[in-house]
């Protein structure tokens, strides 16, 4: 590709054709400031923060639209640069509610951190303000209309990168929300709850359904006995609210933390991962011997459950029948647990750490109830744990680590790669591949279905037979497998489909930012922990052999299916009441056709 050569505050140049200035920018380690730009997902320019002064030209251009041309000579900082930057971030804080002491993003907001680098220290202008109520109808997402500034961000990952467009712009000028078509709240639209929306939005306009006051107040509660588990995820994101490395493997500070705030038990999640590889790769086997429905789903992802549910319910047969390991901690907590601990299940809270809000909704699905109760009954995100712990004055970077609890404490290194896209597969693989041969594994490591590309296919040689899989994470992927599916063309058997981009260390309850690179560097603090553990196989785990004598007897055994296995829903595209409205409106169009 051709190279062009220009000056940007009298420095030198060179980059690629069709490099935008703002790119060209970066490259040249000059920072120009942005709010609504999203790399690769919003490039819009609607915000005019980025303007810069090109020589020549009639007025400022937004650098993050604008390409570069052979000898421009471009000044970020010049006096009407800053001028102009200045007077339209003032005019996006004439109508933004001044309420950043209470807002959950004070001190992590884009638009509170721009306006203290440009030295705004009054308001000279105040916009017309639209009362708009808060959308809390869903248990995963609030929205907060009157904090949007409508830099796009959240309706472009839904649309490109999560393929769902569960929200778009809705009337015009100053009227103009953000939000589901028709008006409707979130619970009324096709959302999948991945909460990636919460992870763009710059503002506070999105975010994740607290639950920490709940929380606070069972652990004061005397009469209940509560326990905490915690995602493959989060010990490698947890760190960073305290400041240390991203992807840095905190599992045991991760675990006195917990103690400290005054759970009862702290167990792992990693041990049901455990347990959902047991159950899975043994329908998997089945299916494959007997002739069952193929390719087989995961279905640990409740997230990309409902997509299908949304969007493909035609394909729900070939969904894994198991729950998700956080599911199957709840059921099991409720009844394996207390009978062990001879405690009442009725008194026993079951709290989630978790880097997914869409866990918030897979919590409260009326069919996680196989225990005679909730099985799960908070759910707090990444972010909440980080301020919960920041409210009890932990010093989290100063603990000394400790120990997951037994019996639901003990897992595998198979477990703890769940939290990275491809981990799951890898996972099952390791378990299907000895169950069916009855040999040792040669390496553990299956590379085909590890990194960061959208859609990865390999084929395993399994005692002779080939066995076929793919593996996708982020929701627009899973489309393109779903559509090649039902056209035909692929003969898969097994297909893991995470919601989130890189899979639920990129979930959307972890800390903010979540971009690429801090999916990359947790990605490689999960295969660290991996490789750091004496077990790396789900069926070499003891504590779930000693659970299957005990209590199950045997994978897709009666007691099994009866606590660990579901059933799913078919929802459509669209609620009754988004139907009747589209019908109300084309009728109007209609008649002022006429």
């Known amino acids: 590709m051709a190279l062009v050569t220009l000056t940007i505050d009298r420095k030198k140049v060179q980059v690629e054709s069709g490099t935008t200035i703002l790119e060209a920018a970066q490259q040249a380690g000059i920072k120009i400031p942005t709010l609504c730009y999203l790399e690769d997902v919003n490039v819009v320019g609607s915000c005019r923060i980025c303007v810069v002064e090109v020589k020549g030209a009639r007025t400022l251009q937004a650098a993050c639209v604008t390409p570069v041309g052979e000898g421009m000579e471009i000044s970020t900082n010049s ?21 950043c002491l209470t807002c959950v993003r004070n001190q992590h907001c884009e638009l509170q951190d721009l306006t203290a680098e440009m030295g705004i220290r009054e308001s000279r202008f105040e916009g017309e303000r639209v009362e708009r109520p808060v959308d809390s109808s869903t248990p995963s997402i609030v929205r907060d209309p009157e904090k949007c500034i409508l830099c796009r961000r959240c309706i472009a990952v839904c649309e490109h990168v999560q393929g769902v467009s569960a929200i778009g712009l809705n009337e015009r000028g100053m009227e103009t929300t953000v939000g589901p078509a028709f008006g409707d709240k979130l619970q009324e639209a096709a959302c999948t709850m991945c909460g990636q929306c919460t992870l763009v939005c710059p ?30 995820a989060i010990r490698v994101s947890i760190g960073e ?32 991962a455990d347990l959902t590889i047991m159950e899975e790769g043994h329908e998997l086997i089945d299916r494959i011997q007997s002739g069952g429905v193929l390719p087989m789903f995961t279905s640990c992802s409740p997230g990309w459950i409902k997509f299908i549910e949304h969007f493909y319910p035609e394909l729900l047969p070939n969904l894994s029948t198991c729950k998700s ?6 059921a099991l907590a409720k009844t394996f647990y207390a009978e062990k601990a001879g405690i009442d299940p009725a008194s026993i809270v079951v709290v989630s750490i978790m880097p997914c809000t869409a866990k918030k909704f897979e919590a409260q699905r009326p069919e996680m109830n196989s225990s005679g109760y909730q099985d799960v009954d908070y759910v707090l995100t990444t972010r909440e ?7 009890a004055g932990i010093d989290f970077r100063s603990l000394e680590e400790e120990d997951y609890d037994a019996p639901l404490g003990m897992s595998t290194g198979a477990a703890v790669i769940f939290g990275a896209t491809g981990g799951v597969m890898e996972a099952a693989l390791r378990t299907a591949y000895e169950v069916l041969t009855g040999d040792e594994l040669p390496g553990l490591d299956f590379e085909p279905v590890r990194g960061l590309q959208g859609i990865k296919e390999a084929e395993v040689d399994v005692a002779g037979t080939t066995v076929k899989v793919a593996v996708s994470h982020g929701l627009s992927n899973a489309r393109e497998l779903m559509e090649r599916i039902k056209s035909g063309e692929a003969d898969w058997h097994f297909v893991e489909i995470m919601c989130c981009p890189g899979g639920c260390i990129g979930g959307g309850g972890q800390p903010i930012p979540t971009n690429t690179e801090t999916r990359q560097q947790r990605i490689g603090g ?27 007897e045997k994978p897709l055994g009666h007691k099994s299916h009866e606590l660990l296995h579901t059933h799913y829903t078919a929802r459509g595209r669209f609620t009754d009441k988004a139907e009747d409205k589209a019908e109300d409106k084309a009728k109007d169009v209609a008649s002022d056709a006429d």
């Open 203 to 232: 503002v506070g306009a999105l975010t994740e359904k607290e639950y920490v006051d709940d929380v606070w107040a069972v652990l004061s509660d005397p009469e209940k006995h509560v326990v905490v588990q915690t995602a493959p």
């Open 325 to 330: 390991p956080q599911q199957m901690f709840g």
């Open 79 to 99: 006096a009407p640069v800053r001028k102009a930057r200045r007077l339209n971030l003032e005019l996006i804080l004439s109508d933004h509610p001044f309420e």
């Open 526 to 552: 999960i295969y660290q922990a991996d490789k750091d553990l004496a077990l790396r196989k789900s069926h070499d785990n003891p504590a779930v052999k000693e659970l299957y004598e005990e209590y199950l």
């Open 241 to 272: 609210a305290f400041g240390l490395d991203v992807g840095e493997v905190s599992t045991g500070k991760l675990v006195a933390a917990l103690r400290a705030l005054g759970f009862d038990r702290v167990f792992d999640t990693d041990f049901t």
């Open 385 to 391: 744990l980080g301020r919960m712990i920041a409210e």
